[in-house]
């Protein structure tokens, strides 16, 4: 058993990380932003919190100076850090201020607290992103094999052109400054990441309602309303993850000595908005507003993902995380099934 924290508890990735690391035996604190997040996670799993296996730390602004000083530290005290908690969203007034500051500060500012007041600490997890490896100037850059090499080569410039690129930027930038932390601070703990690109998967978090749903998920819940009835959607990156599989990736990563000091990739491989939809349209019968195979727009840019496309080597999450990737189809049948709990 380890004693982890675990920041950013109320969110899509976190839920089902706490949901792998009580199952595992470890002993969890979680950082939530008010204390109404703390009730509806212990709710959710009142029996590991009734005997002492979770518990939260209230962290109201992750941007804030100092903003861990106290989450981390604890009795018992922690040997395992993971850091999810970072912005993900469009609704974007400011980049700077909604985006970037939270990332890199939150990320730089947990370094800080860990180095200063947890020496304890021996391993930290943070969650990045393909946004941090892939290179958007290259558009689909076929030949090209994707692997924990390659980094976003986005400059400041850049990330204020739009919140799309602002996110790719902060998830970018705040992975940069972890490394360069390690790097020049030399902590008593080593530090992994792990870069997924589009997460799928059921929703475990408690969410109020379907409206309030992560972003990557929306296009799924999208396609089953009918939304994409006339014409489907560019697919964007066309590389995915089931959000259980990267659950395992940050729990693995802490637990596997061999995961010290390295980037995972952890992608499932191809998928496209058209086969997310036929997956829809033969598991759920009842959603009659969904595309035919006639309907234009969704699919890879040449047909299939072998042409036209850049490649993916996802064989260090394997063969050192010991992944097993889940299948496209389980995950959307799995994703729609939660959806449906909640009101689709």
């Given at each position: 058993?380890?004693?982890?924290?675990?920041?950013?508890?109320?969110?899509?990735?976190?839920?089902?990380?706490?949901?792998?690391l009580l199952?595992?035996?470890?002993?969890?604190?979680?950082?939530?932003?008010?204390?109404?997040?703390?009730?509806?996670?212990?709710?959710?799993?009142?029996?590991?919190?009734?005997?002492?296996?979770?518990?939260?730390?209230?962290?109201?602004?992750?941007?804030?100076?100092?903003?861990?000083?106290?989450?981390?530290?604890?009795?018992?005290?922690?040997?395992?850090?993971?850091?999810?908690?970072?912005?993900?969203?469009?609704?974007?007034?400011?980049?700077?201020?909604?985006?970037?500051?939270?990332?890199?500060?939150?990320?730089?500012?947990?370094?800080?607290?860990?180095?200063?007041?947890?020496?304890?600490?021996?391993?930290?997890?943070?969650?990045?992103?393909?946004?941090?490896?892939?290179?958007?100037?290259?558009?689909?850059?076929?030949?090209?094999?994707?692997?924990?090499?390659?980094?976003?080569?986005?400059?400041?410039e850049e990330?204020?052109?739009?919140?799309?690129?602002?996110?790719?930027?902060?998830?970018?930038?705040?992975?940069?400054?972890?490394?360069?932390?390690?790097?020049?601070?030399?902590?008593?703990?080593?530090?992994?990441?792990?870069?997924?690109?589009?997460?799928?998967?059921?929703?475990?978090?408690?969410?109020?309602?379907?409206?309030?749903?992560?972003?990557?998920?929306?296009?799924?819940?999208?396609?089953?309303?009918?939304?994409?009835?006339?014409?489907?959607?560019?697919?964007?990156?066309?590389?995915?993850?089931?959000?259980?599989?990267v659950a395992?990736?940050?729990?693995?990563?802490?637990?596997?000595?061999?995961?010290?000091?390295?980037?995972?990739?952890?992608?499932?491989?191809?998928?496209?908005?058209?086969?997310?939809?036929?997956?829809?349209?033969?598991?759920?019968?009842?959603?009659?507003?969904?595309?035919?195979?006639?309907?234009?727009?969704?699919?890879?840019?040449?047909?299939?993902?072998?042409?036209?496309?850049?490649?993916?080597?996802?064989?260090?999450?394997?063969?050192?995380?010991?992944?097993?990737?889940?299948?496209?189809?389980?995950?959307?049948?799995?994703?729609?099934?939660?959806?449906?709990?909640?009101?689709?």
């Amino acid at each position: 058993m380890t004693r982890v924290l675990l920041t950013g508890g109320s969110g899509f990735i976190a839920a089902h990380t706490i949901d792998v690391l009580l199952k595992r035996g470890h002993s969890v604190v979680t950082t939530v932003r008010t204390q109404e997040k703390a009730d509806k996670i212990k709710a959710e799993y009142q029996s590991y919190a009734d005997k002492g296996q979770l518990s939260f730390a209230i962290v109201p602004d992750i941007a804030q100076e100092g903003a861990f000083d106290q989450a981390v530290i604890s009795e018992p005290p922690f040997e395992a850090v993971l850091h999810t908690a970072s912005p993900f969203h469009f609704n974007v007034t400011d980049v700077q201020k909604d985006l970037i500051d939270p990332a890199v500060i939150g990320t730089t500012g947990i370094l800080k607290s860990i180095k200063k007041s947890a020496p304890t600490v021996k391993h930290v997890v943070i969650t990045s992103s393909f946004a941090a490896i892939v290179n958007g100037t290259k558009g689909f850059w076929p030949g090209h094999v994707y692997s924990e090499d390659d980094w976003n080569p986005i400059t400041a410039e850049e990330a204020q052109e739009n919140p799309m690129m602002g996110y790719r930027a902060s998830k970018t930038f705040a992975e940069n400054a972890a490394w360069d932390f390690v790097k020049n601070e030399k902590p008593n703990f080593t530090l992994a990441t792990i870069n997924p690109p589009m997460v799928f998967g059921p929703i475990v978090h408690a969410l109020d309602s379907l409206e309030n749903l992560n972003t990557s998920n929306q296009r799924i819940l999208w396609a089953a309303q009918g939304k994409f009835k006339d014409e489907i959607p560019a697919s964007g990156v066309h590389l995915w993850v089931d959000v259980r599989d990267v659950a395992e990736a940050h729990v693995a990563a802490f637990e596997k000595p061999e995961a010290a000091n390295k980037r995972f990739f952890t992608t499932a491989g191809y998928f496209s908005n058209k086969e997310l939809c036929q997956i829809i349209k033969k598991n759920f019968p009842e959603y009659k507003d969904l595309p035919s195979d006639s309907t234009p727009g969704g699919d890879y840019p040449e047909g299939t993902p072998d042409k036209g496309l850049y490649k993916y080597n996802n064989k260090r999450s394997m063969d050192i995380l010991g992944l097993k990737y889940k299948t496209f189809e389980e995950s959307i049948v799995d994703s729609i099934k939660s959806f449906q709990k909640k009101g689709l």
